[in-house]
């Protein structure tokens, strides 16, 4: 039970990613509160209380920053304090540079990197109150070794690694760590392109798995994700703050 009696928000936890990581913190001890504004919400908060932990869902737009804002006093109110964040909500277009709008660019960067900033901004005082706080920010290897018609994600999730290194440094007189996590191909729904399932198509399972692109030889699963963030988000880390754990199969150190 290494997150007994803490108190966790995880936002993006209708599946996927945030989900596993949900499910992984509830199964260690935590009160979580998962965020998203996907009908799915539900029935995966009910899966984490079936399998014996506390989970609540909180069904809003984080971009909608005032509901978050009465998210989080509602839940102080309620449990007395914060003690982790971890910031997952994310999306992506994958368009073309010269095809693609500002209206997307701006709606990838309130989402992905603004609603992070705004989560640690309103999360922050009290765990700074409590002396103790883990801010997880879920970035991406796209950020560090990406392709084209990403820009705009891979600029966000770039964003979220130097902001991360930002928010160590200034929080750590409070006794909060801040760390940030890059997954590499992960089997979730944002792995789905156009309706196609990108680690089952032939140029994947050619390139990456049969020529080794990925040294393991398999596109990740959210769970394994979700198992670093519980390190990150425990004491087990307490001594690990402004780090960007890559957790890819080895996907960045090849050619």
Not at 73 to 89: F, H, K
Not at 162 to 183: D, M, Q, R, Y
């Amino acid at each position: 039970m290494r997150l007994a009696r803490k108190v966790a928000m995880v936002t993006g936890a209708a599946q996927g990613i945030g989900a596993a990581i949900a499910g992984e913190f509830a199964k260690a001890g935590a009160v979580v509160y998962a965020l998203d504004r996907s009908p799915r919400l539900e029935a995966t908060c009910t899966q984490i209380c079936e399998a014996g932990g506390k989970a609540f869902s909180s069904r809003l737009d984080i971009t909608d920053h005032q509901a978050y804002s009465d998210l989080v006093s509602n839940i102080v109110q309620t449990q007395g304090r914060i003690d982790i964040l971890v910031n997952n909500a994310a999306i992506a277009y994958y368009e073309e540079l010269l095809n693609s709008s500002l209206e997307h660019w701006r709606e990838i960067q309130a989402v992905n990197l603004e609603a992070q900033y705004i989560g640690c901004k309103l999360v922050a005082p009290h765990m700074m109150k409590a002396g103790w706080g883990r801010i997880v920010n879920i970035a991406s290897t796209q950020a560090i070794a990406t392709e084209a018609t990403v820009g705009a994600y891979a600029a966000s999730k770039g964003a979220i690694i130097s902001f991360t290194k930002s928010l160590a440094v200034e929080l750590a007189p409070f006794g909060i760590n801040a760390n940030a996590i890059a997954p590499g191909c992960i089997h979730t729904p944002m792995s789905i392109v156009n309706g196609v399932d990108e680690t089952t198509t032939e140029s994947f399972q050619t390139w990456y798995v049969g020529k080794r692109k990925i040294p393991l030889a398999r596109a990740g699963r959210p769970e394994e994700i979700a198992r670093v963030a519980l390190f990150l988000a425990s004491d087990d880390a307490s001594y690990v703050t402004g780090h960007t754990l890559v957790a890819d199969g080895g996907l960045t150190i090849t050619f």
